[in-house]
């Protein structure tokens, strides 16, 4: 009887912000016919990174193909693609596609969003056999909410950052399973919902910490067995609040019944499929089925020698011009971990969260 393979850790990526921090963090660059892919290679670059660790084996990227999703008819003021810049909102079938010829599963989600799919994910496989760890390649403070011990964990890429149930609590002030009713009494901007009117994050924290849940919570201030600033002007504002909060509960609350039809070993990476050097990676019909070989980046390159092994990242994205915006920092001319690496600070704004390291060094 065979045992079944060893799997260790599984990575989940949240492409939608991974292909945004390319978008707003690398330098911008066309194909021959005009079109943006500048994210593209980015994201491209990232991954590349990622999947280049020893210890991922297993690993998906789940994208948000449409920005609306069914949170959208639940609360009318919940996050669109309004906004978006048009040549970022046409990169994510180009980036789908491009994670899809790295080797790597892809979820292209319309009706639920990225964050279900990735919830639902770690739903499924954290007690599977062989599984050590399920690794949550996102910032977003709703993911925290999956975070379950150390089984579970989110790791941020650009901090190098791991955060389990005990750093969820020194975070937020409140375990993993609060991390719905914190975000509806203090709001999500980036999502689109205000939370409950004078119920800051310290005050969410308190509350919570001791009752739990929304519907824990008395209604009089009076009953509260916990002491905050505030708590006559706080209880009454839950108190006429409270259908609100429970609504924006529910769209803080990720789904983990999204229908993934993959198994476990589909995630098992298996290097580049057959089209990574083919320009159908780009949409474009060429009459032979590869495209030239092209140059990797110089940290990759460098990697490469010093590995003793060939590197093809960049060939499914053949560039004809390369144009630097204020927002866009050089990219880093120096080998992954070298000394001087430039890290470069991404612009303000709800689409550029976190800027990215575009030369990231591998972990310890």
Same mark, same amino acid.
């Given at each position: 009887m065979n045992a079944t393979p060893p799997v260790s850790?599984? @990575?989940?990526?949240? *492409?939608? @912000?991974?292909?945004f921090r390319s978008y707003f963090g690398a330098p911008k660059a066309t194909t021959a016919d005009g079109r943006e892919v *500048?994210?593209?290679? *980015?994201?491209?670059?990232?991954?590349?990174?990622?999947?280049?660790?020893?210890?991922?084996?297993?690993?998906?990227?789940?994208?948000?193909h449409v920005i609306e999703s069914f949170r959208n008819d639940l609360f009318d003021g919940y996050k669109t693609s309004a906004g978006v810049p048009d040549d970022l909102m046409a990169q994510f079938p180009l980036a789908e596609r491009a994670a899809h010829?790295? *080797?790597?599963?892809?979820?292209?989600?319309?009706?639920?969003? !990225?964050?279900?799919?990735? !919830?639902?994910? !770690?739903?499924?496989w954290r007690d599977a056999p062989g599984v050590e760890q399920v690794v949550l390649c996102t910032p977003? #403070?709703?993911?925290? $909410?999956?975070?379950?011990?150390? #089984?579970?964990?989110?790791?941020?890429?650009? $901090?190098?950052?791991?955060?389990d149930a005990a750093g969820v609590m020194e975070k937020f002030g409140v375990p993993p399973a609060s991390i719905p009713d914190w975000l509806a009494l203090v709001g999500d901007a980036a999502d689109g919902y205000p939370g409950v009117p004078r119920w800051g994050s310290k005050s969410a924290?308190? &509350?919570?910490?001791? @009752?739990?849940?929304?519907?824990?919570i008395p209604d009089r201030e009076s009953e509260w067995r916990v002491s905050v600033r505030g708590?006559?002007? &706080?209880?009454?504002? &839950?108190?006429?609040?409270r259908d609100e909060a429970y609504l924006y509960r529910r769209l803080a609350t990720l789904r983990v019944d999204v229908p993934l039809s993959e198994q476990l070993d589909d995630l098992r990476w298996r290097e580049r499929r057959r089209k990574i050097g083919s320009r159908d990676v780009l949409g474009r019909a060429q009459h032979s089925r590869e495209a030239p070989r092209a140059r990797a980046p110089l940290c990759d390159r460098q990697q490469g020698r010093q590995e003793g092994r060939p590197l093809r990242l960049e060939m499914a994205i053949p560039l004809v011009r390369r144009e630097r915006t204020s927002d866009a920092?050089?990219?880093?001319?120096?080998?992954?971990?070298?000394?001087?690496? &430039?890290?470069?600070?991404?612009?303000?704004?709800?689409?550029?969260?976190?800027?990215?390291r575009l030369c990231q060094p591998s972990a310890a």
């Open positions: 850790r599984i @990575y989940l990526v949240d *492409g939608t @912000y991974e292909l *500048g994210a593209t290679r *980015g994201i491209l670059r990232s991954l590349f990174a990622l999947v280049r660790e020893p210890a991922v084996t297993h690993i998906a990227c789940a994208f948000d010829a790295l *080797g790597i599963v892809v979820w292209p989600m319309v009706e639920f969003e !990225a964050d279900d799919a990735i !919830a639902a994910a !770690a739903e499924r977003d #403070k709703d993911m925290a $909410q999956c975070v379950r011990d150390t #089984k579970v964990v989110c790791l941020d890429r650009r $901090q190098r950052r791991v955060i924290a308190a &509350l919570l910490a001791h @009752y739990g849940h929304i519907e824990s708590a006559a002007a &706080l209880a009454v504002s &839950l108190r006429e609040h920092p050089a990219l880093c001319a120096r080998p992954e971990g070298a000394r001087g690496c &430039l890290r470069p600070a991404g612009p303000a704004g709800l689409a550029a969260r976190a800027a990215p």
